[in-house]
């Protein structure tokens, strides 16, 4: 068995999971996407050691930001953890808000084996991820109104498989290997909002600011710092003097809300897929 706990973000999944895992002798595997990454912990809102209260935690801190997961290497790593777990007479305990790595876990589709083609990459990331999708809709409709816009890896791994194949194959899922239990975490958006403003306000005063000069001076560029969407985008724009910082917390604020609700539309598929 394994238990997933999703929804959007901003609503308190990783308590709720340690909450969990502390009754029932659960262990916990992080989905998220970013928080993979050392170094992106304020940003992310990994959770702290203090917060874990002992429970056991995988997947957090695994990767330099230099070098890029993909949801094959995810996947990869996360189903020998679920077999550890599980030969320990433990419950895996899936947490987190990135919805394609939790998919690609329990319910793996068909995904294109298309390697990452390094010239490709490197003309595509100097456009912007408005330019990116405009390219992407001409080219694969259907794809287009699946995706993030405004997540520029996504969009480049799109156009990649699109110039590898002709098309981005239409996912085809399988039965989940595991007996899966979704937990789902949701609220209205405007109380979502109203945790995302708060949230946002203290991860300021936690040293937001102060990570994201940490990240550019251990050596990563701002287009690097920009590819992990969100805080770091803005926080790039911030510290180029690009934007104020007025403009940095609406804007940020408004891309974090943006995120929730399309959060909420694919954990709604994800809930449909367990039962």
């Not at 990454?37 to 702290?48: A, E, N, P, Q």
């Not at 789902?184 to 403003?197: R, S, T, V, W, Y």
């Amino acid at each position: 068995m394994v238990i997933a706990i999703v929804g959007p973000t901003a609503l308190g999944k990783s308590d709720f999971a340690v909450s969990i895992a502390k009754k029932i002798g659960g262990e916990i595997i992080s989905a998220d996407s970013r928080q993979v990454y050392r170094g992106l912990d304020i940003g992310t809102g990994k959770i702290t050691k203090k917060e874990m209260r002992g429970v056991p935690h995988y997947m957090l801190d695994v990767a330099n930001p230099k070098r890029r997961i993909t949801v094959a290497d995810f996947t990869k790593l996360a189903h020998k953890i679920i077999l550890n777990i599980h030969e320990r007479g433990k419950i895996p305990i899936v947490c987190g808000g990135t919805g394609f790595y939790i998919e690609e876990l329990l319910f793996p589709s068909n995904l294109p084996e298309v390697p990452a083609n390094k010239k490709f990459r490197a003309k595509f990331s100097k456009l912007s991820a408005e330019k990116l999708f405009s390219i992407l809709k001409k080219k694969d409709l259907r794809r287009a109104k699946e995706i993030d816009p405004k997540n520029k890896v996504r969009l480049i791994r799109a156009l990649e498989i699109i110039d590898a194949l002709g098309k981005v194959p239409k996912r085809k899922f399988t039965d989940s290997p595991y007996e899966v239990i979704t937990i789902e975490l949701n609220a209205p958006i405007d109380f979502i909002k109203k945790k995302i403003h708060l949230r946002l306000q203290k991860r300021i005063k936690l040293g937001l600011m102060n990570e994201g000069r940490k990240l550019l001076r251990a050596g990563l560029t701002h287009k690097e710092l920009q590819s992990f969407g969100l805080e770091y985008k803005w926080l790039s724009l911030l510290l180029q003097n690009r934007i104020t910082k007025k403009e940095f917390e609406i804007g940020l604020e408004n891309d974090i809300v943006q995120y929730a609700k399309r959060q909420k539309t694919w954990f709604k598929k994800t809930r449909s897929r367990a039962k």
